[in-house]
């Protein structure tokens, strides 16, 4: 098992921003492909009023600001440089679609989808999309929001793939803004069969990937989640990946780089789960040599190793 591929993080929700410039991005890329990654996948175009791109769109519909330099741009032509293959992430409004509004998220991504796809529709690198409002349980109308935005994205861009990832309603599915690691229960293999049965008929066609989170359940109960994904993603026709994450879960500091022990295991058990493909959230913080995190550089190291000890 190997990771190939990573999110790009440049709107910082829960993660602190770097502030890199090109020169910071270009090397990163550069060390992203020296540990074998090749597909990179913006998390999120925009998130509230914050956005990576200046689109008339969203400045006008959502009173966004004006980002001093177009990342789109950026991350495309990097992308076109280092030979990667670039998924562009939607925007997500914070706010209609976790309200009960899932028309409208789906109105205001479609206006950004043809903005998106009108003015970086022509990069080689450029190679779908990724669906950035993430669930864990069939709630709301999530089935009616992947498909319709899924199939809208396809039928503009000529049939480019789409990709989820969603997160399991495990033990550790734990708000970000609580020192807790863990809750008494999660959701039951049972329950997230039914669920995510019921989700995949829903999407099939319109989305192509899914990478499931892989840090929100007991490491005890991870290999029965990752073999019922799988079973159940192949049942309807959709890849299956894992996003097997670069950040420990574990510890009540939200968030710092995973130990390398435990990113191992998770590998091994999506690869034992027959699992062919990897991704992470997220390289830049939690595995660059040139993170903000000392430790980010080390696991880096420990991951080269890995690489060289299975070639």
């Not at 175009?45 to 990342?71: H, M, N």
């Not at 399991?168 to 999660?186: E, F, L, M, P, R």
């Not at 959701?187 to 192509?208: M, N, P, Q, S």
Request: with cysteine; aromatic share 14%.
């Amino acid at each position: 098992m190997k990771i190939k591929g990573t999110f790009l993080d440049e709107i910082s929700h829960d993660i602190p921003h770097q502030n890199w410039g090109e020169s910071e991005w270009d090397k990163d890329f550069g060390y992203m492909r020296e540990a074998g990654i090749d597909t990179v996948i913006l998390i999120r175009c925009g998130y509230r009023k914050w956005q990576t791109f200046p689109s008339d769109i969203l400045t006008k519909a959502e009173g966004c600001y004006t980002p001093p330099v177009d990342l789109v741009d950026m991350f495309l032509r990097l992308s076109d440089k280092w030979e990667m293959n670039f998924f562009f992430g939607l925007y997500d409004s914070g706010k209609y679609w976790e309200n009960g509004d899932y028309e409208k998220e789906v109105e205001i991504n479609k206006g950004v989808i043809d903005e998106v796809w009108s003015r970086y529709g022509h990069h080689k690198s450029f190679k779908g999309w990724y669906l950035s409002q993430e669930c864990s349980r069939k709630t709301g109308k999530i089935i009616n929001l992947y498909a319709g935005l899924g199939r809208y994205c396809k039928e503009v861009s000529g049939g480019l793939k789409t990709i989820i990832s969603p997160y399991i309603d495990g033990v550790k599915n734990i708000s970000q803004y609580n020192s807790a690691t863990a809750k008494s229960g999660g959701v039951t293999l049972e329950e997230h069969a039914r669920e995510w049965d019921e989700i995949f008929a829903g999407i099939r066609g319109a989305v192509d990937i899914v990478a499931f989170q892989d840090g929100h359940v007991a490491y005890e109960e991870l290999t029965d989640f990752l073999k019922l994904n799988k079973s159940l993603a192949d049942k309807h026709g959709i890849e299956c990946w894992t996003n097997s994450e670069t950040f420990d879960r574990d510890m009540p500091i939200k968030f710092l780089p995973i130990k390398w022990e435990k990113l191992r295991l998770k590998m091994k058990l999506a690869q034992e789960a027959g699992i062919e493909n990897a991704i992470t959230f997220e390289f830049s913080h939690f595995m660059s040599p040139q993170s903000s995190y000392l430790q980010a550089g080390h696991l880096f190291n420990r991951y080269k190793e890995y690489l060289k000890s299975i070639e």
